[in-house]
């Protein structure tokens, strides 16, 4: 009998999936996540869902990518010690914008902790990102 290794977690407790396109990397990389951050991360990944027919999810770089067409994300996650990052590449142009600044430009974050309450605000950052054009990485 084959025993699955779990991922390795790096800092942060970030989960070390190889890259990927579609459902199961990201799925992988969800199950992964140590502790409250699996729920908050399969909450963040069902808003997604639902708010974006067709996404197209992939793990880049031992980050779940979400995006409108293959290649072209408007954000994604990534886990550390105390909070999730989600990252809006195109963050200064939504209303309002997320609350972290980042040293590129047009990227904001907003940061999700244990017990908040984040699911609408994060749906209608979902809303105007996929209006956005996808930035290509």
Not at 59 to 84: A, Q, R
Not at 102 to 127: P, Q, V
């Amino acid at each position: 009998m084959t025993e699955t290794k779990k991922p390795v977690l790096l800092s942060g407790g970030n989960p070390q999936i190889a890259k990927g396109y579609g459902e199961e990397p990201v799925k992988a990389y969800i199950a992964a996540m140590p502790g409250w951050k699996s729920d908050v991360g399969q909450q963040i990944d069902d808003i997604v869902t639902s708010t974006v027919p067709g996404v197209v999810k992939a793990v880049k770089w031992n980050s779940p990518f979400y995006g409108t067409e293959t290649d072209l994300w408007f954000m994604n996650l990534h886990c550390f010690d105390k909070y999730i990052k989600v990252a809006f590449f195109r963050g200064t142009s939504l209303k309002p914008m997320p609350p972290e600044a980042s040293k590129h430009a047009e990227t904001r974050y907003f940061h999700i902790r244990d017990g908040d309450d984040f699911g609408d605000r994060l749906t209608e950052w979902i809303r105007q990102a996929t209006k956005l054009p996808g930035e290509r990485m």
